[in-house]
């Protein structure tokens, strides 16, 4: 009989101890509380059936005070889905410079060089020869500003065919020259005549002639030098 009021007692309890969670759920009461309101109720009980009802009601509430400071589940989060990029643009190759023929065979035109002044290719178009030149520098000494210093450079042609002279060429504007037009057969010899006019030049002067033939290097320079003294003022 006592086991029977102790097993019905003991789900009486159960059911009661139940209500008062739900209840605490709701409206949260202090361990102390709960165990105060089981105790009115369990006062009708065997002492064993109040203590195995309060052991179990213990355990109930360590375990809710558990889940409390545990917090909620957190939530599963879905990976997000990478995106894929966009392909990249291909760059713009640069291609090389084509060369007179490529590895394909085609062919590229090459430029045209530059045309040649008459008086060279005339020079470089006659078969060529060489010169002896008794002078390439002279030098004038001191001359009042004003005169006019003159010189004649000779040479020899040494070679198999004729000389032509095709341009003798000064530096500058104030040299006058005259030359060998006619062409100069081998052995024999020709001149080149300068005349220097020093008037607005003073002081030390140092000039050139340019002299462009069918000899070797096609060009040949010849110099001058000397001094202006200035005009007295009277």
């Known amino acids: 009989m006592f086991s029977l009021i102790k097993k019905s007692g003991f789900f009486l309890l159960l059911s009661c101890f139940s209500l008062y969670m739900v209840q605490a759920q709701e409206s949260p009461k202090t361990e102390k509380e709960v165990k105060k309101e089981l105790k009115q109720v369990l006062k009708e009980l065997p002492l064993e059936a109040q203590q195995d009802i309060l052991r179990y009601a213990e355990r109930k509430q360590a375990a809710l005070s558990a889940l409390e400071k545990r917090g909620p589940k957190p939530t599963p989060q879905v990976a997000a889905t990478p995106q894929t990029k966009p392909a990249a643009k291909p760059m713009p190759q640069s291609h090389p410079k ?34 002896q030149w008794f002078e390439e520098m002279v030098d004038f000494g001191n001359i009042k500003e004003g005169d006019v210093a003159k010189h004649v450079f000779k040479f020899k042609n040494t070679g198999a065919h004729p000389l032509k002279l095709t341009r003798v060429r000064p530096s500058c504007g104030c040299t006058a020259p005259t030359f060998s037009k006619e062409e100069i057969a081998p052995g024999e010899e020709g001149f080149i005549e300068i005349a220097f006019n020093s008037t607005g030049k003073t002081g030390h002067q140092n000039k050139s ?26």
């Open 98 to 131: 084509p060369a007179h023929l490529n590895d394909g065979g085609t062919s590229y035109a090459t430029p045209p060089a530059p045309k040649l002044p008459e008086y060279m290719e005339t020079a470089q178009a006659l078969p060529q020869t060489t010169v």
């Open 209 to 234: 002639i340019t002299v462009t033939g069918n000899f070797e290097n096609t060009h040949k320079l010849l110099r001058f030098k000397g001094v202006v003294e200035k005009k007295s003022q009277r």
